[in-house]
């Protein structure tokens, strides 16, 4: 998709459709004087008969509307002038994308609202739109609504940059939103490795693949443990963007995601039922390759560099036994208690070999815990920490990125829940509060870097269709995490 951005709506004509994103419509005002102009004086009406009032999530369509060369104009509401957010104005705009791409519009102009800050606008209506971009349909032969947005005109008085930024988000969330999609047949951690290697490639980033003998070398037990049910060989894939300017030298960011290509449980194998949805076990590893492609866009001051273990957890002949004990690539000892708890395991590996790398800051996502899903649900992923400044940045990020996050805690008391008679920890305590001592378990691997863990198990993925974005995975903490880099 291409996007421009212009200050005013002198000509429609070369439009398949003009949306207007409207705050809602309050009683005894007069109505907008140019958009009302554009329907032909169809707003008096519409709020007469309930028909729009600009509602968020509200929309209604005019054909071949009096005012406007364009053949369709859109209405879609945002809601209480008052309460508007960048986070409304992406929704408003995709359910406008999104009901007009499915309808043959390719060429689309959005009108701003007023109220926010001009680059914050144009990002999140190029966000929104964006994100229509890519359907979960793609291995559909038949019945498939073809096409996409081709060309997007922001019509607003500013926002170069903002509308830079989320062209870039939009791509990388798109990316990630592909990977976790694909099925646990095809996305294996080769294939993950070999999309990764090609999209660094195209986006001029460096990319290393360590394969399965060097991590033998490197001591990649509590890893390799994980992989070894499986026929397929285990990956860690490695990407690295160096700033040509820095703002800070001593900076590094690291970004390490958990890339299950498909999750079983492995010997302690999970219930059949949605066990199809561990496909998405490899969302947090995806939401950082998204986010290097578009930090290598945007080109942010600050080197980062991401560091993605891949592995299929699977209940082979070879597979590790409940029991096992394993040894880290840190050195730490673990027993193994339950095979399904395999994301700890890896992402500890992982993030000592970050911390090797040089990187003096730390954020991991992984689809960690179905506690965390009990705990928050799906509407908010669960934000540990070892550092509470760190922290502050990443939340900070997340509310301008419109990603819903909690900061959850990690008292010394839930430690007791990891002791292991045999091994320095176990990789499982208790029913309760499995999240948080998933979160405690990593934070031994972490330590002394600042770090931030994201658990994304419940915000990666929609069990259901929502007005803006389709069933499927929802390439979460791309946005928050290139915010993040920008702003450091
Ligand atoms: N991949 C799962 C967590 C998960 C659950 C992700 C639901 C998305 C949706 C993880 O590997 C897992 O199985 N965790 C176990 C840990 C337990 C054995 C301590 C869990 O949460 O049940
Ligand atoms: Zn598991
Ligand atoms: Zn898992």
Redesign the pocket.
């Known amino acids: 998709m291409k996007a421009r951005l212009i200050p005013n709506l002198d000509s429609s004509a070369a439009l398949d459709a003009v949306a207007v994103l409207s705050p809602q419509m309050e009683e005894g005002r007069s109505p907008d004087e140019q958009v009302d102009a554009w329907t032909g004086g169809l707003l008096a009406d519409f709020w007469a008969r309930k028909e729009f009032r600009g509602k968020a999530l509200e929309t209604v369509v005019v054909h071949r509307p009096t005012g406007l060369e364009a053949p369709r104009l859109l209405l879609a509401g945002v809601g209480p002038e008052k309460d508007l957010d960048a986070a409304g104005v992406r929704r408003a705009a995709a359910v406008a994308a999104r009901a007009l791409k499915n309808k043959g519009v390719r060429r689309l102009a959005v009108v701003a609202p007023d109220g926010l800050e001009a680059d914050l606008t144009a990002q999140a209506i190029v966000e929104g739109v964006g994100l229509t971009s890519w359907e979960p349909d793609v291995y559909k032969t038949e019945d498939r609504p073809e096409g996409a947005m081709e060309e997007l005109v922001v019509v607003a008085s500013g926002g170069e940059e903002g509308l830079r930024r989320g062209l870039a988000i939009a791509e990388g969330r798109n990316f990630a939103r592909a990977l976790g999609n694909e099925p646990g047949n095809i996305l294996t951690p080769t294939e993950l490795a070999d999309r990764a290697r090609s999209m660094a490639a195209d986006a001029g980033l460096e990319c290393e693949v360590i394969e399965e003998e060097q991590l033998e070398q490197m001591g990649c037990g509590a890893l390799l443990g994980v992989a070894q049910g499986s026929v397929e060989p285990p990956v860690m894939i490695v990407l690295r963007y160096e700033p040509e300017t820095t703002s800070d030298a001593d900076m590094h960011l690291g970004l390490v995601g ?1 890339a ?1 290509t498909f ?1 079983t ?1 492995g010997i ?1 194998i ?1 219930p059949s039922a949605s066990m199809d ?2 496909k ?2 490899m969302a947090g590893g995806a939401a950082m390759l998204g986010a290097m492609k578009a930090i290598a866009a945007l080109k942010p001051s600050v080197a980062v560099t991401a560091v993605v273990p891949s592995v299929e ?1 699977m209940p082979g002949a070879a597979a590790q036994r409940p029991g096992d004990v394993v040894t880290s690539m840190s050195g730490k000892t673990i027993e193994v208690l ?1 095979t ?4 700890r395991l890896i992402l500890a590996d992982a993030l000592t070999h970050a911390q090797r790398l040089g990187c003096t800051h730390l954020v991991d996502a992984a ?7 009990v705990a928050l649900g799906h509407e908010r992923g669960g934000v540990y920490t070892n550092d509470e400044e760190w922290q502050a940045k990443l939340l900070a990020s997340a509310t301008t990125a419109g990603e819903k996050m909690w900061p959850m805690p990690m008292d010394d008391e839930y430690k007791e829940q990891l002791k292991s008679p045999i091994a320095d920890l176990p ?3 208790t029913r309760w509060g ?2 948080i ?2 979160a405690i378990f990593l934070k031994q691997f972490a330590d002394p870097t600042p770090w931030i863990h994201l658990d994304i ?2 915000t ?2 929609h069990d259901s269709n929502k007005p803006d974005i389709p069933k499927g995975p929802t390439g979460v903490a791309v946005a928050t995490l290139v915010d993040l880099a920008l702003s450091l």
């Open positions: 958990k299950v999750d449980g302690s999970k949805e561990m998405y076990d957890n339950n399904d708890a395999e994301g689809t960690l815990t179905g506690s965390v899903v990789n499982i305590g499995g999240s001592t998933a198990a419940g990666a993925w």
